[in-house]
């Protein structure tokens, strides 16, 4: 096993883990999962869902990493062998993410060059829909390839992989500019957002809380999901970033501290977004709630809308998607860490051999978006990898952990340097409040996801995006665990 690496200073880890929680998820998926489900409705039960299973589930994978010092397929073994699997499983999950992830980095990639001369123009939904994706009308008319957007995925790709080319550790020094310079952008957005005419009647929409949806579990299911994809759980990143943590480190202060960011910036956003709504539904005479389609085109909807009504607009365009792009990035390759921290550990292979890897795999699956009717699968990939593969990986790491180590041992390792001390009720929380609670959501829509496609696109189509491939992430990930187990039973010494 290769020599436990370190994280140069205290802060570079807490900048590395905001940096991979921080992402396209707060700016670009947080708002329109928010949308899609109601505004105010959502996001009660989103912060409900941060704080009951959120935090306490980030711990859960810090301490997994922390105490095993082992990347996710290899402290899943620790906890037995027959675990292993879901380490691999959730490195599968997060790269089945991160192969949409980046072609979203390409589209804004593609904005930044319009912010130049503000080629959206005045209607931004027919300039994404028509001139940057040339959108078909149906899943499987899928035209050709979008050269513009092929070409903004291959060079994210490459910029992902420069950024971490000398190693994991100098991760560091790169999260101190993507993390701070967004703030100040985003701050920029609100101000102007909120001064727009009509802009009350979208905070209103998004700040409303509606106490009847509590009882709606797919509401709940889509809140856990994005906590998890927002908080970077179910990726086994934050098992591998904790791996490279000194010892005596403070978990649970870095855990509320890299939540709460989070969180904020992705209210912050929302309050851009929704208050651009307002004022785009103000415009259009329309109430807010119908002015835009809440799914993954929201954000390059509504962004160039408040970027038109800027002064300066131009350069606020290229502030902006130049710092979509440096929150992203940092997201993306922590994944890539992930799983070169996980292949390198199991299998002995060269880091930038498997990192190589993953672009090469990453370009070739995303091509299927680069088409024109990659929005459509992208929504459906984006739906199962989140709804099914990362909340699988959180539910069964809490049943791992749970029920086949010791979480008392765990909050030991990690109370004795926080300056915050765990209780006893995050065993419970994870032991006998996730499982049930998340089996419950799963068995409802997992129901509804049968009875009618996710949707309403054709059975073949949401098997194709996403049955399928969880299957075979699961079918993989039990042969790599095989083979990784194999080989240290071979007496191999990488
Ligand atoms: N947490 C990230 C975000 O919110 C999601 C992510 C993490 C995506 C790691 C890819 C890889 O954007």
């Not at 990986?393 to 765990?410: E, H, K």
């Not at 996730?434 to 054709?458: A, E, H, N, T, W």
Request: hydrophobic share 55%.
């Amino acid at each position: 096993m290769g020599k436990v690496e370190t994280w140069p200073g205290r802060g570079s880890f807490v900048l590395a883990a905001i940096g991979s929680a921080i992402g396209l998820g707060n700016v670009w998926r947080f708002p329109f999962i928010a949308y899609k489900y109601g505004g105010g409705a959502f996001i009660l039960v989103y912060l409900v869902s941060l704080f009951i299973i959120g935090i306490p589930i980030l711990i859960l994978e810090f301490a997994l990493g922390y105490h095993f010092k082992s990347s996710a397929p290899g402290a899943l073994r620790r906890i037995s062998s027959r675990w292993e699997w879901l380490g691999w499983f959730a490195l599968l999950a997060g790269f089945g993410v991160v192969s949409y992830y980046v072609v979203v980095m390409g589209w804004a990639a593609n904005y930044f060059v319009y912010s130049a001369n503000l080629a959206w123009g005045e209607n931004t939904e027919s300039f994404f829909f028509n001139k940057v994706l040339n959108l078909s009308d149906s899943i499987f008319s899928i035209g050709s390839i979008r050269l513009n957007i092929l070409l903004g995925l291959i060079v994210c790709w490459v910029w992902i992989l420069l950024s971490i080319w000398k190693g994991p550790l100098t991760v560091g020094r790169v999260v101190y500019v993507t993390v701070t310079v967004p703030w100040l952008i985003l701050i920029v957005f609100v101000i102007r957002g909120v001064t727009l005419p009509g802009a009350m009647e979208g905070l209103k929409y998004y700040l409303t809380p509606n106490f009847a949806q509590l009882r709606n579990p797919e509401l709940w299911h889509a809140a856990f999901s994005q906590i998890f994809f927002t908080l970077t759980i179910g990726f086994g990143v934050m098992i591998a970033y904790a791996a490279f943590l000194p010892p005596k480190s403070d978990i649970v202060n870095n855990a509320l501290l890299i939540a709460l960011a989070d969180a904020l910036t992705a209210f912050i956003a929302g309050i851009a977004v929704f208050a651009t709504l307002g004022y785009h539904a103000y415009m259009v005479g329309k109430p807010v709630s119908e002015v835009a389609k809440g799914g993954p085109s929201l954000a390059f909807v509504v962004y160039p809308m408040i970027i038109n009504s800027l002064p300066g607009a131009r350069l606020c365009g290229l502030l902006f998607f130049a710092m979509l792009l440096t929150l992203a990035v940092d997201s993306a390759f922590s994944l890539v860490e992930a799983i070169s921290a996980g292949v390198t550990e199991r299998f002995g292979w060269r880091r930038w051999k498997v990192n190589v890897g993953i672009m090469i795999v990453g370009i070739l699956v995303g091509l299927i978006y680069t088409t024109s009717a990659g929005l459509y699968w992208l929504d459906v990939v984006d739906h199962f990898v989140t709804h099914l593969g990362l909340f699988s990986v959180a539910l069964l790491q809490c049943i791992a952990a749970g029920y086949f180590y010791s979480l008392r041992t765990l909050r030991v390792s990690i109370n004795e340097y926080s300056d915050i001390k765990l209780g006893k009720s995050w065993e419970y929380i994870i032991k006998y409040l996730v499982p049930p609670v998340s089996i419950f959501l799963l068995v409802c829509s997992l129901r509804k996801d049968i009875i009618s496609p996710y949707g309403g696109y054709p059975r073949l189509a949401t098997f194709l995006g996403g049955w399928l491939p969880i299957f075979l992430f699961v079918i993989i990930s039990i042969v790599l665990a095989r083979i990784a187990q194999k080989r240290d039973a071979g007496g191999f010494t990488p």
